[in-house]
């Protein structure tokens, strides 16, 4: 009797090693980009990546300790039913050392976080084949001052994108180029985002580009990217922001700099061919008494 228990016991943690090990083994490819944060397009997600990977595994060690005392004290400790438990009454230089040990943690990830905050939230510089572009005093601005402007306006249910350092103040008196739902950039190049809101509050976030920044009515919020090489990068809107919202998608094509300067000029000559067409209707419509 007590045999077939103890070879059931032996069974069953065989069995959850196997699974743990083979867990592990696996992670790696199944669970990249699900385990941590997306990264890859830009310096801020890649930072925003490896700050988290520096607490998880912190996490995870001090994780496989707590649980690993767990399971040993309820093995080696287990008694018959009936049994009297002995009567502890702490011991105090075990809990010095672990409130100790808990504080120095903390410290050290206070420190790592400050550290690396700076990489976040301040833009670098475009790289020397980036596009060389002008700036502005309200955003947040690389060190040399040269950016690209993207003006995003969020709305029940799409991603509106204007071009142009004065995207915020003159988006139609200076007939900016925008585009929908489809936003197009150079690579290499430090793109400020001005994100806004028409209606309710929508959230900005395309993961391999950095960090989620919200769409206030009412407010301007800042963030930025530089995307390391062309690619297309998608997001999603982060915010519940009505019966439509997971239809609220974003992508982010990346081109190189002569592309995007092609497109921008294609772009502004569409919209203003298509301005005209309108203005022909609203002549015709307004001179035969229909509008
Ligand atoms: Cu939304």
Known sequence: MNDAKSRRRRQIVLALAVAVGGALILAPDALANFLTPKSGGSPNANAIDSLYKIVLYIAAVVFVIVEGALFYSVYKFRAKKGAVAAQIHGNTRLEIGWTIAAALILLVL???????????????????????????????????????????????????????????????????????????????????????????????????????????????????????????????????????????TALVKVVTPDQYSAWLRQQSQQISAANNQVTQLRQILTASGNL
């Open 110 to 248: 206070t420190v790592v976080t400050f550290v690396k905050l700076p990489s976040i939230i301040d833009p670098p510089n475009s790289g020397p084949n980036g596009l060389v572009l002008s700036a502005s005093v309200t955003e947040p601005t690389p060190p040399n001052g040269q950016k690209l402007t993207v003006c995003i306006q969020g709305r029940q249910y799409i991603w509106r994108y204007t071009y142009g350092t004065n995207c915020l103040q003159s988006a139609f008196t200076s007939k900016l180029p925008y585009s929908y739902e489809e936003m197009v950039v150079p690579e290499r190049t430090t793109v400020i985002l001005d994100i806004q809101s028409t209606d309710v509050i929508h959230s900005w976030w395309v993961p391999s580009l950095g960090g989620k920044v919200d769409a206030v009515p009412g407010y301007t919020t800042y963030t930025w990217f530089k995307a390391l090489h062309t690619g297309t990068f998608h997001g999603q809107c982060a915010q519940l922001c009505g019966r439509n919202h997971a239809a609220m």
